[in-house]
């Protein structure tokens, strides 16, 4: 039965083979439905498992660990049982960040969409992670050795989160004001034009986008179609319509002032870029 694979599965993540033990979580992602609903009951012990695997001194350990676990965290995270799972998010973005940092994109793009999925989660546990999650995916927004695409599924993550939890968020002053710099910076170093680029990149208008005559799907499936200053712009005004105007507007109208004073033509274009917007 199952529970007596879930013992062989322990065993092989305990094993002193790096071999086993990333096979071990290369098969609970193959498990990962039947894992949340048949193994409940060892979901403490689970936990323990892939916390081991995270801190493992295996890079393919840790990378294996973090890729079975977020599948289990994607698919709990409507759940009660995500609490349980909830403390790993840490350990997570650790693994993640030293994966960006080696330049490992498959890992980081994993860890982008598992934490897309945990924006929406209801759970205050997983509430709790809120500024660790957005200050990665800022980094992530902001490092130019990942391809386009990464970097707008860290910008969709900052996005659904002020969607989801906006009074949350705004309530974080230094994280919101952080994210907007973050914002202004990434238009004031694009090459690209701020004309059009908010049309393009809004997750909100997205689809309408994409379904006008001569948009090239192809293009946005290798990141060819995003840009940075689209992708700055767009998260701009989802925090814009989402964020409460108390919390939102003066660190952005501050900053489109500032800039538009400056002598720089490229903080010139950042302030009416986001002034626009």
């Given at each position: 039965?199952?529970?007596?694979?879930?013992?062989f599965v322990?065993?092989?993540?305990?094993?002193?083979?790096?071999?086993?033990?990333?096979?071990?979580?290369?098969?609970?992602?193959?498990?990962?439905?039947?894992?949340?609903?048949?193994?409940?009951?060892?979901?403490?012990?689970?936990?323990?498992?892939f916390?081991?695997?995270?801190?493992?001194?295996?890079?393919?350990?840790?990378?294996?660990?973090?890729?079975?676990?977020?599948?289990?965290?994607?698919?709990?995270?409507?759940?009660?049982?995500?609490?349980?799972?909830?403390?790993?998010?840490?350990?997570?973005?650790?693994?993640?960040?030293?994966c960006?940092?080696?330049?490992?994109?498959?890992?980081?793009?994993?860890?982008l969409?598992?934490?897309?999925?945990?924006?929406?989660?209801?759970?205050?546990?997983?509430?709790?992670?809120?500024?660790?999650?957005?200050?990665f995916?800022?980094?992530?927004?902001?490092?130019?050795?990942?391809?386009?695409?990464?970097?707008?599924?860290?910008?969709?993550?900052?996005?659904?989160?002020?969607?989801?939890?906006?009074?949350?968020?705004?309530?974080?002053?230094?994280?919101?004001?952080?994210?907007?710099?973050?914002?202004?910076n990434?238009?004031?170093?694009s090459?690209?034009?701020?004309?059009?680029?908010l049309?393009e990149?809004?997750?909100?208008?997205?689809?309408?986008?994409?379904?006008?005559?001569?948009?090239?799907?192809?293009d946005?499936?290798?990141?060819?179609?995003?840009?940075?200053?689209?992708?700055?712009?767009?998260?701009?005004?989802?925090?814009?319509c989402?964020?409460?105007?108390?919390?939102?507007?003066?660190?952005?109208?501050?900053?489109?002032?500032?800039?538009?004073?400056s002598?720089?033509?490229?903080?010139?274009?950042?302030?009416?870029?986001?002034?626009g917007?």
């Amino acid at each position: 039965g199952w529970p007596e694979l879930f013992q062989f599965v322990a065993a092989a993540a305990g094993d002193a083979h790096p071999e086993a033990r990333e096979l071990a979580f290369l098969l609970l992602g193959e498990m990962t439905e039947t894992v949340g609903i048949h193994l409940k009951p060892q979901f403490a012990t689970l936990a323990g498992l892939f916390g081991a695997g995270l801190s493992d001194g295996d890079v393919k350990v840790q990378n294996a660990a973090v890729k079975a676990l977020g599948l289990l965290m994607s698919y709990l995270a409507d759940e009660a049982e995500i609490d349980t799972f909830a403390p790993l998010v840490q350990p997570v973005l650790v693994v993640a960040e030293a994966c960006r940092s080696r330049n490992d994109e498959e890992v980081v793009s994993t860890t982008l969409d598992v934490l897309y999925d945990l924006s929406f989660s209801p759970s205050g546990a997983v509430a709790g992670h809120m500024a660790p999650i957005v200050r990665f995916a800022q980094l992530c927004m902001s490092d130019s050795n990942l391809e386009m695409a990464v970097r707008d599924s860290a910008a969709l993550v900052v996005a659904t989160m002020a969607e989801s939890k906006p009074k949350l968020l705004g309530r974080d002053a230094a994280l919101l004001t952080g994210i907007v710099e973050t914002i202004f910076n990434l238009i004031e170093t694009s090459q690209g034009s701020a004309a059009g680029a908010l049309f393009e990149s809004n997750p909100a208008w997205k689809e309408d986008f994409e379904d006008q005559e001569g948009h090239d799907a192809d293009d946005d499936d290798d990141g060819n179609g995003i840009t940075e200053t689209g992708m700055a712009q767009g998260t701009l005004d989802m925090l814009a319509c989402e964020i409460p105007k108390k919390y939102i507007f003066e660190p952005v109208v501050s900053r489109c002032m500032a800039r538009l004073g400056s002598q720089d033509p490229n903080q010139r274009k950042a302030g009416i870029a986001c002034l626009g917007v």
